[in-house]
């Protein structure tokens, strides 16, 4: 079977690129494959650059080129308005082969974001999704984007997976919460913007009273927006010894951090999609910490995967925090990171997420 693959493909490495990058690998091993890259290098805050444009451009060339002889097309669609321009248009460009045509939605905002907001931009999604030959999403949480106008049957929830080098082994684990009383690991893994929570973190910290602090480690790691963003935090946590930021992290890094941390937090203000960092916690061993957006609640249930804290809330963390480091609650994180990792094995691995979107796709 020849599928014509769009979809954004590393370098860089994000999320997304990962996550089609695994399923591209697990495709081409029984099939012909045709990339077209959707990587996005030029586009920020809404603002179109040369650059971005002459990449879109190149995507429509290539799609019209590589189109012939497939026998499915598989695209990753955007949640922006510039980026679902463009996927209408390949919708046009291959509008022939619709009805072997399959998009799956990464995000969750592109009902909030577009749908809502632009009735007659909705009516042309409509008009092209109602042909395709399916639509992929990631929880239950994303079907009431779909659902009026998409047959149940065209439907297909997979949810994400965490990457197979993530998963930490059993003996692992167990010396990892043999010395929880000493000291509790706390991870923040993301990119460092606001709307991720780690200046809401960071500040919730901070009010903690010395002798509680430290108790704790307390790990950053990810890309921020600007040198100044940078600059203003490594000055805020520099007279913070429980306190350490460890940059932009390769695999082997990041893999370490996880697989010591006993808790992974994420505060996101973000109407998120289905974060792989929290199903990577669950992977490594971890309690999670997390908000309740609608995306997450996928694939996380408070006082069972984790705790929920309230979004925007520095008093919400700072409760999450004093409740993990009270002794009496020591064997109920080994409880509930002991579920977490069984879970990941048992629903979250890679290729439980590649045969899924095979059968999807109906291929090899």
């Not at 082997?252 to 203000?269: C, G, W, Y």
Request: one cysteine or more.
């Amino acid at each position: 079977m020849k599928i014509l693959f769009i979809a954004p493909l590393p370098p860089p490495i994000n999320g997304h690129s990962l996550v089609c990058q695994v399923l591209y690998d697990g495709l081409k091993t029984q099939n012909s494959m045709a990339v077209v890259d959707l990587k996005k290098q030029g586009l920020k805050d809404g603002k179109v650059s040369w650059n971005r444009l002459n990449e879109i451009f190149r995507v429509f060339v290539e799609t019209w080129k590589k189109k012939k002889n497939s026998g499915v097309v598989y695209l990753t669609i955007s949640e922006s308005l510039a980026g679902n321009l463009k996927d209408l248009l390949l919708y046009v460009i291959c509008y022939s082969l619709l009805p072997k045509f399959y998009i799956h939605l990464h995000g969750g905002s592109i009902k909030k974001l577009l749908f809502d907001r632009f009735s007659l931009l909705f009516a042309i999604n409509r008009f092209f999704i109602k042909k395709m030959g399916g639509v992929i999403i990631s929880g239950k949480s994303h079907l009431e984007i779909f659902e009026d106008y998409v047959k149940s049957e065209k439907i297909h929830i997979i949810p994400n997976f965490a990457p197979g080098y993530m998963f930490i082994s059993e003996s692992d684990f167990e010396g990892k919460f043999k010395n929880l009383p000493k000291k509790i690991n706390i991870l923040f893994l993301s990119n460092m913007i606001p709307q991720k929570g780690y200046l809401l973190l960071l500040e919730a910290f901070q009010k903690l009273e010395k002798e509680t602090k430290v108790k704790f480690k307390l790990n950053f790691a990810g890309r921020f927006d600007s040198k100044e963003d940078e600059d203003f935090f490594l000055h805020s946590i520099k007279d913070e010894p429980e306190i350490e930021y460890h940059g932009v992290v390769s695999d082997d890094k990041k893999r370490e951090l996880f697989q010591s941390a006993h808790v992974f937090i994420l505060p996101t203000m973000f109407f998120e999609g289905q974060p792989v960092s929290i199903l990577e916690g669950y992977a490594a061993g971890c309690v999670v910490l997390t908000t309740g957006q609608s995306g997450i609640l996928d694939v996380f249930e408070n006082n069972k995967n984790g705790f929920e804290m309230k979004p925007g809330s520095i008093e919400s963390i700072v409760e999450n925090l004093k409740l993990i480091q009270e002794s009496q609650n020591f064997d109920k994180l080994k409880q509930i990171a002991t579920y977490n990792l069984g879970n990941a094995k048992n629903v979250y691995k890679e290729e439980i997420y590649i045969q899924k979107i095979k059968n999807v796709l109906s291929v090899n």
